[in-house]
């Protein structure tokens, strides 16, 4: 089936365009300096542990770049059988790509300036953090692949899509790139380390905007399924919330409050973007930021 001509002049075509526009190499990016820097953190800010932060924060993101790449196939699987149209097949197919690109980068920078031969996942994610980026995610992209029945699996679409890119890309990945990155580019720390946050974050965003009009297409065609978007939000905030003061300690590299402001911005703006098609279909309030840092 061709591109319709409202999907080749809409917006998931032009993001899906984009990525071609935008592409890079993990191996392009130069981590020359890196290992010298690492080596003068650990050696100069023992007592703040920031080389045990960083660690930990690149621990999370290889785990997490793994896990998006691994639990993505699913969600293409299911918009080929729902027929959402080829501009939808050929993003999901740009964004596998990419998602490979990313867990790349983290396992070259593992190797090459952190020193792991394989990295120990297992002793940096705790157990929030597993929950919302490895198993929770897989339990909901793997119902993509399951479901037979059409209702059945537009549900299970709708809230795989809502948990990996507003949920995990939005929420926690963004937010973690750019409070990481603006931290490491205030020290002058770490150059390699800030160019692979800055590009994959690039790439995070046009993910985002994708989910989004994924969402929003659902909808569209079944305005019934908008409350399951604002349930998967609510179901995975405390683990997402968890995952941020992961990283309160006595002398944080990054203030955890900004990380907060960072994913709970992410949620209103992504949720109220979804909803925007939708709001007829559902009388819930959406919840303030102020309302969910009093409740966590």
Same mark, same amino acid.
């Given at each position: 089936?061709?591109?319709? @001509?409202?999907? /080749?002049?809409?917006?998931?075509?032009?993001?899906?365009?984009? *990525?071609?526009?935008?592409?890079?190499?993990?191996?392009?990016?130069? %981590? *020359?300096?890196?290992?010298?820097?690492?080596?003068?953190?650990?050696?100069?800010?023992?007592?703040?542990?920031?080389?045990?932060?960083?660690? =930990?924060?690149?621990?999370?993101?290889?785990?997490?770049?793994?896990?998006?790449? +691994?639990?993505?196939?699913? !969600?293409?699987?299911?918009? *080929? =059988?729902?027929?959402?149209?080829?501009?939808?097949?050929?993003? !999901?197919?740009?964004?596998?790509?990419?998602?490979?690109?990313?867990?790349?980068?983290?396992?070259?920078?593992?190797?090459?300036? #952190?020193?792991?031969?394989?990295?120990?996942?297992?002793?940096?994610?705790?157990?929030?953090?597993?929950?919302? %980026?490895?198993?929770?995610?897989?339990?909901?992209?793997?119902?993509?692949?399951?479901?037979?029945? &059409?209702?059945?699996? $537009?549900?299970?679409?709708?809230?795989?899509?809502?948990?990996?890119?507003?949920?995990?890309?939005?929420?926690?990945?963004?937010?973690?790139?750019?409070?990481?990155?603006?931290?490491? /580019?205030?020290?002058?720390?770490? &150059?390699?380390?800030?160019?692979?946050? $800055? %590009?994959? =974050?690039?790439?995070?965003?046009?993910?985002?905007?994708?989910?989004?009009?994924?969402?929003?297409?659902?909808?569209?065609?079944? &305005?019934?399924?908008?409350?399951?978007?604002?349930?998967?939000?609510?179901?995975?905030?405390?683990?997402?919330?968890?995952?941020?003061?992961?990283?309160? @300690?006595?002398?944080?590299?990054?203030?955890? *409050?900004? #990380?907060?402001?960072?994913?709970?911005?992410?949620?209103? %703006?992504?949720?109220?973007?979804?909803?925007?098609?939708?709001? =007829? +279909?559902?009388?819930?309030?959406?919840?303030?930021?102020?309302?969910? $840092?009093?409740?966590?």
């Amino acid at each position: 089936m061709s591109l319709t @001509v409202t999907q /080749r002049t809409g917006k998931i075509w032009s993001l899906y365009l984009t *990525s071609q526009r935008l592409a890079w190499s993990p191996a392009q990016v130069d %981590l *020359s300096h890196d290992a010298a820097d690492w080596t003068r953190i650990r050696r100069e800010h023992a007592r703040e542990d920031y080389a045990g932060q960083l660690h =930990r924060l690149v621990g999370f993101f290889h785990a997490g770049e793994e896990s998006v790449c +691994s639990h993505l196939a699913p !969600l293409l699987v299911a918009a *080929s =059988r729902l027929g959402l149209g080829n501009d939808v097949e050929c993003f !999901l197919t740009a964004q596998l790509y990419e998602e490979a690109k990313h867990f790349e980068f983290f396992e070259r920078y593992a190797h090459e300036v #952190l020193g792991e031969d394989g990295f120990v996942v297992d002793r940096e994610l705790l157990a929030a953090p597993r929950a919302v %980026l490895v198993d929770d995610l897989g339990t909901a992209t793997a119902r993509c692949a399951t479901e037979t029945d &059409p209702a059945a699996l $537009r549900l299970a679409l709708v809230e795989a899509a809502t948990h990996y890119m507003g949920i995990v890309e939005a929420m926690l990945a963004r937010t973690g790139y750019q409070g990481a990155g603006d931290a490491l /580019r205030t020290r002058g720390w770490l &150059p390699g380390l800030q160019e692979g946050f $800055r %590009l994959i =974050r690039r790439d995070e965003g046009r993910h985002v905007a994708f989910g989004i009009q994924l969402i929003r297409r659902l909808l569209r065609d079944d &305005p019934s399924l908008a409350p399951a978007v604002l349930a998967t939000f609510e179901r995975h905030l405390p683990n997402v919330l968890a995952t941020v003061q992961a990283f309160d @300690v006595p002398h944080p590299i990054v203030e955890v *409050s900004s #990380l907060v402001g960072y994913a709970l911005d992410a949620y209103q %703006l992504v949720l109220a973007a979804t909803r925007r098609r939708s709001r =007829r +279909s559902s009388t819930r309030p959406m919840r303030s930021r102020e309302s969910v $840092r009093e409740q966590h």
